[in-house]
């Protein structure tokens, strides 16, 4: 680094202002720690990318116990259900009375619009738009964020700690060393293609619907906008596709029994790939990471941003315990607690995309089979039981009884929505 290079200190130096980064930034400010979030994408964009929309109980509950969920409680739909189709028919799952639970449908983006003007509200220091990000010195006890600022001044900044919280595509995954980390990984044939439309919504609850031409789920976002996706190949070249032709293949995959789409102009597009993965440890020396950067889902089920913020719930317990009462006990087992869930949210997202979508190299008893897990999950108290509990969300491990994101978790634990 130059000698024109900023030197600026932090306790904690997060890389990432996604919904990791974000929360965890704010849960601990609440705890009276210091962080710097530093992040490429400038703040327009973060605050218009369109991602996913479910949030499980205990998101919305930790959010709104720490002060950030007046808008999501406001404006989110609590949804009590969904509906599994296949067969032309619907088989609705009701989660009050299976979990005691609900989700929110409530866009990633406005979550992410909450927690900036939270943080901003609070003096918080995020670099938005920052270039050039580097980690150093993470196995030291003073590691270090390098980057270069948007006005264009280097800046080093040095921390206590450090979390990676920049994605799937980031450079804090790959900090972890090859000879020390274990990928697992698993690829699917196919990909979603996900447009937004101008049109009513057609149900009021989400359809995750299984059909001979493949998967499609029917979602919203507002009263006037609708978000859907549909199974395809994941080189699918999303602009080859008219109006026409992407509600054509939608109706032919819900539709039947009194139930068809409501059309309308499709103004936005896009391929989304499919794969799950995990990165073993989620921790190097003073490095640890959080959401993406340790771990992807495939969208089915809407796992990806639940599991980043139950990360940092964990991660800020072992964080206040480490500041705030000198101990490192909790930071060291963060990847050994956070790993449980992990793992159940990737079983959960790997059994909803093999369970609802068409393979291509599956066999006619493969496909007859399907059709009789189907009956078996959405046919029983049990099964539904099972599909609610996962997708409502499970409890967040209690590591650090005294700690912010304890309180706020146990505060709102056993609330029936
Ligand atoms: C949405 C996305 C998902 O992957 C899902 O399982 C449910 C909803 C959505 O974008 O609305």
Known sequence: MTS???RVRTQVGIVGAGPAGLMLSHLLSVAGIDSTVVEVRDRAGIETTIRAGILEQGTV???AATGVGDRVLA???RHDGIEIRYGAESRRIDFPSLTGRSVHLYPQHEVLKDLIAARLDRGADIRFGVTGVTLHDVTTDRPAIGFTDADGTPVELRCDVVVGCDGSQGISRPAVPDTLRTDYFRAYPFGWFGILAEAPPSSDELVYAHSERGFALISSRTPTVQRMYFQCDPREDATQWSDARIWDELQ??????GFSLKEGRVFQRGVIPMRSYVCSPM????????????????????KGLNLAVSDVAVLSQALERFFLDGDPGLLEEYGNTASDRVWRAQHFSWWMTSMLHR???ATD????????????????AAGRAFLAEAYTGWPVALTNPGSVAAEAIRLTAGRTP
């Open 4 to 6: 024109q290079t900023t």
């Open 283 to 302: 921790r190097h020396g003073r490095l640890f990471l959080a959401g993406d950067a340790a771990h992807t889902v495939p969208p089915t089920g809407a």
């Open 75 to 77: 404006e989110g739909s």
């Open 252 to 257: 032919a995959r819900v539709s039947g029994n």
């Open 365 to 380: 008893f493969d496909a007859r089979r399907r059709l009789g897990e189907l009956g078996m999950v959405t046919g029983s």
């Open 61 to 63: 509950d930790l959010m």
């Open 359 to 361: 393979d291509e190299a």
